[in-house]
């Protein structure tokens, strides 16, 4: 290691270890002293770990948490960024927290990655394998359309030859481009074959040879499921880990079965089995028994935003993130499952973080979650106004209540009819309302992981 590297590990542990003792910390500045530096840093800090790479639009936080629970069933040493610091400073803060193992045990980091990071960290790091989640339209300034964030994953994996790319196999973007790399596919089994067209709102359901729209044997969601183009021979790719059978599904838990072995996970939504699926096939890929991974979903606790719940008074809170469409409905999709009656909060904020394009709000379905006939609707967010006028077309009375900081919304949220309330939130609306809770001593600072 040259003397430079040196400098900048010895800077950056410096600096995390001063932001520990002295402040409430920091998750990416000592990346960020450590990268200026020495550029370069991140290769020496990466050099004694298999590392694996986590990402997509939806579900990379999840899915990261639940292959490292996984994993630690078997192996002693293993990194991740539970943070959420998913760009490049965060990710080199993240090797600086952690000392490698000396004992022959191996080292592995399971990094959740931003898909238009992946070809700055691959620039230093050479993963052993890549996990990707799906692709949908999420950040149009940031990420353009689908098939331009695809490319952006592309450049990163094709700086790691030797990787393996384990991808969702539902998803038809993830098998429109021959690469060099070792594919493998996970997908979903779990019913008989149908003749089925995607909802006409549905991005990424062209065929990437003919351009025809592609029919489908079987829909999960959105553009998801056993998909194949009509006129020609672009199909659904064989699948080598699947479910297949949904057992239950609640706003609490999944019960479910892969590759004919019964799991559960306590998190809800059609969507987090997918993520399940993923760490499940990481958890085959390292040799890891059925057994052992269910121990590792037992082990998984919520993480950020993710169906958090906590109680305000004598109130029963959930907070699920909001960022994209696709993701915003099968939200929706879950809170169909609550048997109770529940309040509603929706905060929409458009900082760099949440997106700065906030039309997706007008493909969510904001119509669906006025059937489920919330008790009281309360909103907020720098962008209350835009979220007002969506969710009035989308049929919301005038009794709707705006407010304009978290300590409006608390007060409402305890006088609220309902004992159960749910709240979606943006970024950094989610962020800001995790402080203000903690201040009053409802949750405690920080994120689970």
């Known amino acids: 290691m040259s003397i430079r590297s040196s400098l900048a590990i010895n800077a950056g542990r410096f600096t995390k270890w001063a932001l520990t003792t002295f402040t409430s910390g920091g998750s990416s500045l000592p990346g960020k002293i450590a990268l200026t530096i020495d550029p370069q840093v991140l290769k020496h800090l990466a050099d004694n770990y298999k590392v694996i790479i986590v990402s997509g639009t939806n579900g990379k936080t999840l899915t990261t948490s639940l292959i490292v629970q996984i994993l630690r069933q078997k192996y002693e040493n293993v990194l991740t960024n539970p943070t959420g610091a998913n760009l490049n400073q965060g990710i080199i803060s993240t090797f600086l927290s952690h000392t490698p193992s000396k004992n022959g045990q191996p080292n592995i980091a399971v990094l959740e990655v931003d898909e238009a990071t992946i070809v700055h960290v691959t620039k230093y790091i050479k993963p052993e394998l890549f996990v990707f989640t799906n692709i949908f339209r999420d950040q149009m300034d940031r990420f353009g359309e689908i098939y331009t964030t695809y490319q952006m994953m592309l450049d990163g994996v094709a700086q790691a030859p030797q ?23 996970y997908g979903f089994d779990h019913e008989a074959d149908q003749e089925l067209m995607a909802h ?105 935003g993710r169906q958090e719940v906590f109680t305000i008074g004598d109130k029963d809170v959930m907070i699920n993130l909001i960022k994209n469409p696709v993701g915003f409905n099968q939200i929706v999709q879950l809170l169909s499952y609550e048997k109770e009656p529940f309040a509603l909060a929706v905060l929409l904020n458009d900082n760099y973080a949440d997106g700065q394009d906030i039309s997706w709000i007008w493909d969510g379905d904001f119509e669906q979650l006025h059937e489920l006939q919330p008790s009281k609707t309360i909103i907020g967010g720098i962008r209350v106004d835009d979220l007002g006028v969506r969710m ?35 970024y950094t609306a989610l962020l800001d309302l995790r402080k203000d809770l903690a201040k009053e001593g409802f949750i405690k600072e920080g994120m689970n992981g």
Not at 164 to 173: E, F, K, M, T, Y
Not at 392 to 397: H, K, L
Request: aromatic share 12%.
């Open 163 to 185: 990787a393996v790319v384990l991808a969702n196999g539902d998803a038809p973007i993830f098998n429109s481009k021959e690469i060099s790399n070792k594919q493998l596919f």
């Open 200 to 304: 006409y709102n549905t991005d990424g359901v062209l065929c990437p040879h003919c351009h025809q729209i592609l029919h489908y044997k079987s829909i999960t969601y959105s553009n998801l499921g056993k998909y194949y183009c009509p006129n020609g021979d672009f199909e659904r790719p064989d699948l080598d880990y699947a479910v297949t059978s949904i057992d239950s599904l609640s706003l609490t838990d999944s019960h479910f079965k892969m590759d004919g072995h019964d799991f559960s996970i306590p998190i809800g939504g059609l969507y987090n089995v997918y993520n399940a699926l993923a760490a499940y096939s990481v958890g085959r890929y390292f040799n890891i028994d059925p057994e052992t991974i269910q121990k590792g979903f037992d082990a998984s606790k919520r993480v950020f």
């Open 392 to 426: 009035e077309v989308a049929g919301f009375d005038d009794s709707i209540e705006k407010v304009s900081n978290n300590q409006e919304l608390i007060q409402l949220l305890k006088n609220a009819p309902s004992q159960k309330i749910n709240i979606l939130a943006t």
